[in-house]
């Protein structure tokens, strides 16, 4: 007999198996952590059916095969192919609109400030005329740029997860990343020196710790995971799912090239805000955590 309860902080009624009682559960409308109550005295308990052997270590199920995993809890599931373009093409038509919207808001917004540092630097340098220091603010520039790019970022994929999840996301959303990014640069410095060092080892190996630690960025949004945590959560999250990653943004992103191509640009506002949603997909579904319209069909 499922839990029934209501979350403390936005009120939410939440329901969960009846084996989470006592356990930590996050509500997927405000993010609140609690935990859940335990079973009302009194209260009719179905049949327990008798437990089934855990699986083999090391092997995991499908996610299409996977019930989602309780709240607060992170599962660890195997991506397929097929599933994750036909999610996240369902989640991006229900919400075309937003999605197009908060995607080409970042990319302007981004193309505007990178711009406007790089002219004001080119004035400045040109009034000082002095090409090392000149050299030395374009650099500046460029770095105030990015940063500000990865700001907008991390809240395009806050937005982006409500809207995988069924939330009510806003645009204001996308200028909520304040909290995590220290965290995300800290991490992203250090994933970037790995994979760098992996290109210095071999092409292969650059590859590989790519995709090993792809995950982090979400984690760090999801969960406030730390830098470390982030990195080993996400190595462990991406056991047995490196060769089908690669596939998926291999194809997803030759497709799009393709599509952009034959559209003469147009395409791009579907295709960037599709692509933007995928990798959120691709979290939720390793993670087994409920999207959409696994929710609606409930």
């Given at each position: 007999m499922p839990i029934e309860f209501r979350c403390t902080q936005c009120n939410k009624l939440l329901?969960?198996?009846?084996?989470?009682?006592?356990?930590?559960?996050?509500?997927?409308?405000?993010?609140?952590?609690?935990?859940?109550?335990a079973i009302p005295a009194g209260a009719a308990v179905a049949a327990i059916p008798p437990a089934q052997p855990p699986p083999p270590p090391d092997e995991y199920v499908a996610a299409a095969d996977q019930p989602p995993t309780?709240?607060?809890?992170?599962?660890?599931?195997?991506?397929?192919?097929?599933?994750?373009?036909?999610?996240?093409?369902?989640?991006?038509?229900?919400?075309?609109g937003m999605c197009i919207a908060a995607w080409l808001l970042v990319a302007v917004l981004s193309f505007v400030v990178a711009s406007t540092l790089n002219f004001g630097v080119e004035l400045i340098g040109m009034k000082l005329d002095n090409e090392l220091l000149g050299a030395g603010l374009?650099?500046?520039?460029?770095?105030?740029?990015?940063?500000f790019s990865s700001w907008l970022g991390i809240g395009m994929y806050?937005?982006?997860?409500?809207?995988?999840?069924?939330?009510?996301?806003?645009?204001?959303?996308?200028?909520?990343?304040?909290?995590?990014?220290?965290?995300?640069i800290l991490a992203m410095i250090l994933f970037i020196l790995m994979f760098y060092f992996g290109l210095v080892l071999c092409i292969v190996p650059g590859i590989i710790v790519s995709l090993m630690f792809s995950q982090f960025y979400f984690l760090i949004i999801d969960r406030n995971a730390g830098v470390i945590d982030s990195l080993s959560l996400s190595k462990d999250l991406m056991a047995g799912n490196k060769l089908m990653l690669f596939a998926i943004y291999l194809v997803g992103g030759l497709v799009g090239m393709v599509l952009v191509l034959i559209t003469c640009g147009l395409g791009l506002f579907v295709v960037g805000p599709y692509l933007a949603l995928m990798p959120i997909v691709i979290y939720l579904t390793i993670t087994g955590q409920p999207m959409v319209e696994q929710i609606s069909s409930q």
């Open positions: 329901r969960t198996p009846d084996d989470t009682a006592g356990k930590q559960a996050k509500c997927p409308e405000c993010g609140a952590l609690m935990t859940v109550p309780p709240p607060g809890e992170l599962g660890h599931n195997l991506i397929d192919f097929a599933d994750i373009f036909a999610r996240t093409w369902t989640i991006f038509k229900g919400q075309w374009s650099f500046l520039g460029s770095i105030a740029g990015m940063l806050i937005f982006f997860l409500k809207i995988a999840r069924g939330q009510n996301p806003t645009i204001g959303d996308i200028f909520t990343g304040g909290p995590y990014f220290l965290t995300y």
